[in-house]
C-alpha cells in the first residue's frame, strides 16, 4: 500500500513539475505592451510604446499589441459572413471575422495559443469561436510560426448585437482585454 501510494505521488509531482516548466515559457517575457498604429502609413509612429493601462483598450481597431512574445496588430474593422453549415447551432446567423496580423518575436517557434485567448459578446457572455466552420487561416487551424514569422488568423464569433466585444487574452502571466465596438 506505501508502495503504490509513493508511486502516485511520484507521478503527480513529476507531472506537476513537467506542467510548470511548460507553463513558464513565458514568464521570463516583459510586461505586455500596447501601441496605436495608423493602417493609412507605412511606418510606425516615433511615439513611445504604452502600457495597456496609459492607453483605452476600450476601442481595440488599429492598435498593436504585445502578448505572449507575439506581436498581434488588430484592423480598423470587422467584416461581416455567415455560417453555412446544417449542422451548425449558429447556420445561418450572422458571423463577425476579425481578422489579426500575428508576428512571432520570440527567439524559438511559437504561435498564438487558442487556449489563451476567450471572446465576450455584449451581453459579457463567452462567445465560442465559429473558425471550425470556415476556410483559411482561423484561431483552430493556424500552427507555430519561426522567429520573425507572421501570419493572419481571422477569429469568427456570433453577433449578438450592437455594443463592445472584448477579447480577452491570458496565459496566467499576462491578461490583456481589447475591446471592438460593433455597430450592424
Known amino acids: 500500500m506505501k508502495r503504490s501510494i509513493r508511486t502516485l505521488c511520484s507521478i503527480a509531482l513529476v507531472g506537476a513539475f513537467a506542467f510548470a516548466s511548460m507553463a513558464s515559457g513565458s514568464s521570463d517575457s516583459e510586461e ?6 495608423d493602417s493609412t502609413t ?3 509612429s516615433e511615439a513611445p510604446e504604452e502600457t495597456e493601462d496609459a492607453l483605452d483598450l476600450s476601442n481595440g481597431y488599429g492598435l498593436t499589441i504585445t502578448f505572449d512574445d507575439l506581436e498581434i496588430t ?18 445561418g446567423q450572422d458571423i463577425i471575422a476579425l481578422t489579426m496580423h500575428v ?6 517557434n511559437h504561435g498564438l495559443n487558442m487556449f489563451y485567448l476567450k471572446i465576450f459578446g455584449t451581453q459579457g457572455t463567452e462567445l465560442d469561436d465559429q473558425g471550425a466552420y470556415f476556410e483559411g487561416n482561423t484561431l483552430w487551424s493556424s500552427g507555430d510560426m519561426r522567429p520573425g514569422a507572421s501570419q493572419d488568423i481571422t477569429l469568427y464569433f456570433p453577433y ?6 472584448y477579447l480577452n487574452f491570458d496565459n496566467m502571466f499576462d491578461t490583456i482585454e481589447v475591446g471592438f465596438p460593433v455597430t450592424k
Open 42 to 44: 507605412e511606418a510606425e
Open 160 to 165: 449578438d448585437g450592437d455594443g463592445t466585444y
Open 74 to 91: 488588430f484592423p480598423d474593422s470587422v467584416e461581416w459572413t455567415t455560417v453555412d453549415n446544417q449542422f451548425a447551432d449558429t447556420n
Open 32 to 37: 505586455p505592451t500596447v501601441k496605436k498604429t
Open 103 to 108: 508576428e512571432n518575436i520570440d527567439d524559438e
